[in-house]
């Protein structure tokens, strides 16, 4: 079942951040949050991941509440590249699968 | 995507024909995850595996459907006597042995087509 909550669709210029949120409200304390995306035709991307701290890496960084129970991915300088589905996923070590819910839309504009 | 191979990109096949799709892992990873898409929907799980074991298949459906990830070879999903509603998207992912929290990792999937 869906753990995650997501806008459906979202606009972002090129060139500017693009700032997807997330809500995780049921959280438990022995589970991360995932980000990946999918472009059309293709296969899930994996983005990043964390627990409780900030993490960045060269494709964006992950902002998480001190509660946990939501975040936020950003992609600092969206490219017409960036234009995928995201999605924002909760999973423990125990678990063995991905939920992949609708997860967001995002178009970057020209 | 790189590093987790799927073959075919495209496979179509008859109704009532046998469909083998192949996944080759990443270097190094051991385990290995079976997902289906349908057109306008999320990815959902089917399958587990480890080298010579099937760890969880609950997201399997019960009848036609095998999978298997040998000690030499890629991992296979098999689906006998397809039908139109084995129409999809299939994705393959793979993830190194750790403690439970690493990412999987996908390949670009395999679109069956059933005519």
């Known amino acids: 079942d869906a753990k995650t909550t997501q806008p459906t669709s979202m606009d972002c210029a090129e060139g500017r951040a693009a700032n997807l949120p997330c809500n995780h409200s049921?959280?438990?304390?022995?589970?991360?949050v995932y980000w990946y995306r999918q472009i059309h035709s293709q296969g899930p991307q994996y983005i990043i991941h964390g627990l409780k701290n900030n993490e960045t890496n060269e494709m964006a960084s992950l902002i998480i509440t001190e509660d946990r129970k939501s975040s936020t991915l950003i992609l600092p300088h969206a490219t017409l590249r960036d234009t995928a589905v995201y999605y924002c996923?909760?999973?423990?070590?125990?678990?063995?699968?991905?939920?992949f819910g609708t997860g967001t839309s995002l178009t970057v504009i020209p | 995507n790189a590093g987790v191979m799927q073959n075919p990109r495209h496979l179509v096949r008859r109704r009532g024909q046998e469909a083998r799709l192949r996944c080759s892992p990443m270097k190094g990873h051991s385990h290995v995850y079976w997902y289906r898409q349908l057109p306008e929907e999320g990815l959902k799980f089917m399958v587990y595996?480890?080298?010579?074991?099937?760890?969880?298949e609950s997201g399997m459906p019960k009848e036609r459907f095998s999978a298997e990830f040998p000690k030499e070879g890629p991992s296979i999903l098999r689906i006998q006597q397809v039908v139109r509603g084995d129409s999809a998207a299939y994705f393959c992912?793979?993830?190194?042995?750790?403690?439970?929290?690493?990412?999987?990792?996908f390949g670009d999937g395999t679109r069956l087509s059933i005519l």
């Open positions: 992912a793979s993830a190194e042995a750790g403690t439970g929290y690493q990412p999987q990792h």
């Open positions: 996923i909760v999973r423990s070590n125990t678990g063995n699968q991905f939920y």
């Open positions: 049921t959280i438990s304390g022995n589970e991360y």
């Open positions: 595996l480890q080298k010579e074991n099937i760890i969880d």
